[in-house]
């Protein structure tokens, strides 16, 4: 799918600072808006601006990306398919908590792979029996190399990014495109407190553009700032003998 966008725009993890941002960029489209959460009474302040900024229908909608024998139920129970549908659902943690504690690891891959995996294939299933709609994953540069700062969050994310890969190679030629995308470090609430490089530092709302951007042009993979391509294709060139020294 590529042009303008016609049709709904979900949003999953509609809560989180790049999730407003998408809902604000293709309302500004036009587009009627779904917002997703697993506490949708908490997005009325959104959903009353957006539509009172650009005059577009915005509905609310309850789900919880771990409860995966719901997803079904929850797609059926949409006003309307969407023709687009952005899945910002994702769980950080701290690292060190995170390697500690396997309940809270199994939480933080599941938040990140498991959940947003079982939502985007139950609507990538409905869209390739329509023959049409745009999937969009926010995924994470995180998952290009394994480290020892991250690689709980980093290997969901990883298993994400592959999924979203085989899920486009699968849907190729059948309307359905899947976009993936990896944002690098954006200035969000889960990186609020965190020392980070301002060239490598997106916006929320660029977050936003860019993945408005990508859906119109019907990209397949994108990074936020081009400046990360360069930042892991380096990272991921470096030796594993070499790399396992280090503390990046």
Known sequence: M?????????????????????????????????????????????????????????SLHEVDALEVEAHESFVAGLPELPMVAI?????????????????????????????????????????????????????SVAGERGRASNYIY?????????????????LAGRGVHVVTVLPGFVATKMTEGMDLPKPLLAQPDEVGRAIL?????????IHVRRIWRLVMAVIKAIPEAIFKKTSI
């Open 213 to 221: 951007g990508a859906v119109e042009k019907g990209r397949d993979v």
């Open 154 to 170: 980093g290997s969901a994310k990883a298993g994400f990014t592959a999924y979203l890969s085989g899920l486009r190679n699968r």
């Open 87 to 139: 899945c910002a659902v994702g769980l950080m943690g701290e690292q060190d908590e995170n390697a500690a504690d396997m309940t809270r690891a199994a939480l933080v891959m599941r938040s990140n792979f498991e959940g947003p995996a079982s939502l985007l294939g139950v609507l990538a299933n409905k869209m390739e029996a329509r023959g049409a709609g745009t999937l969009v994953g926010i995924s």
């Open 2 to 58: 590529s042009g303008a966008v016609k049709g709904p725009v979900l949003i999953l993890g509609a809560g989180s600072d790049i999730a407003r941002a998408c809902a604000r960029a293709f309302a500004a489209r036009g587009c009627a808006i779904q917002l997703a959460a697993r506490d949708p009474g908490r997005l009325e302040a959104d959903r009353a601006d957006l539509e009172t900024r650009y005059g577009v229908t915005v």
